[in-house]
């Protein structure tokens, strides 16, 4: 059983960072893929960043140049470092993992950007 926990969200101010952190239960290497996806109160769930086995990383143009994905194998966990925040980042933030036989979801972790 395949198991992704994020954690790191929280409160910040616009302008703020803050860095989000996957966990998975297995070595990410295994998966073809990594990505991060966010959701929005009352909006559908979006692309946010990828970063392949081989570490190479696509992002969402509304992220683009903010945010920054990352992997350590050792540690099997993803990282999504999130600066220059902005109110319109404020969504549930989900990892997931893509494989030859399916994809799987974390539990998601709250991000609130507000002064």
């Known amino acids: 059983q395949v198991q992704l926990v994020e954690s790191g969200g929280g409160l910040v101010q616009p302008g703020g960072s803050l860095r989000l952190s996957c966990a998975a239960s297995g070595s990410i290497f295994s998966y073809n893929a990594m990505l991060w996806y966010r959701q929005a109160p009352g909006k559908g769930r979006e692309f946010v960043a990828r970063?392949?086995?081989?570490?190479?990383?696509n992002y969402a143009e509304y992220v683009k140049g903010r945010f920054t994905i990352s992997r350590d194998n050792a540690k099997n966990t993803v990282y999504l470092q999130m600066n220059s925040l902005k109110p319109e980042d404020t969504a549930v933030y989900y990892c997931?993992?893509?494989?030859?036989?399916?994809?799987?979801w974390g539990q998601g972790t709250q991000v609130t950007v507000s002064s």
């Open positions: 970063i392949t086995r081989g570490s190479t990383t």
């Open positions: 997931n993992a893509e494989s030859a036989i399916g994809t799987y």
